[in-house]
């Protein structure tokens, strides 16, 4: 895909599948709502006690799919890898919130100063999730020639 449907394909509400290396070194894939950001990297948010923020803070190396299609001729996909940066600060994360709750639960935007108040006080016990992607490979099964 080129870069405008990376970031058209990334513009769609999915879910990504987060891979950080769990305390075994095995990955420990676990599925994230996200928001895209126009520099092409994503952000999350999450627990900050919960066992990928543990991860993450031993290895912060990750890689990160976000695919669609059931049959074989629509196959479509990202793979981001890169390193995550986990950002403390509660105003990034209340953002993070509105932002999932526009993009997902179909929250009007006009809502999203609201949202980010309401969501102040549950903040501190979270985290938020930069993902600045190394590299990014994608596919569209439906470009090629014929299909299968």
């Known amino acids: 895909m080129s870069d405008d449907e990376i970031a058209a394909f990334l513009a769609e509400p999915r879910t990504l599948t987060l891979v950080t290396l769990g305390p075994d070194g095995f990955p420990d ?11 092409g990297s994503v952000w999350m948010r999450t627990y900050a006690k919960s066992q990928k923020v543990v991860n993450l803070l031993r290895d912060a190396r990750v890689a990160a799919l ?12 990202v793979q981001m890898s890169g390193t995550i940066d986990v950002v403390h600060d509660v105003d990034v994360i209340c953002g ?11 929250m009007s935007s006009e809502y999203r100063a609201s949202a980010i108040e309401g969501y102040r006080s549950k903040a501190p ?24």
């Open 29 to 39: 894939p676990v599925a994230m709502w996200f928001v895209p950001d126009t520099d």
């Open 66 to 77: 976000i695919e669609s299609g059931s049959r074989y001729a629509e196959l479509r996909g």
């Open 96 to 106: 993070i919130f509105a932002d999932l709750m526009i993009r997902y639960e179909g």
């Open 125 to 148: 016990k979270q985290v938020g999730l930069h993902l600045v992607p190394a590299r990014v490979v994608s596919w569209d099964h439906a470009k090629q020639a014929g299909g299968i």
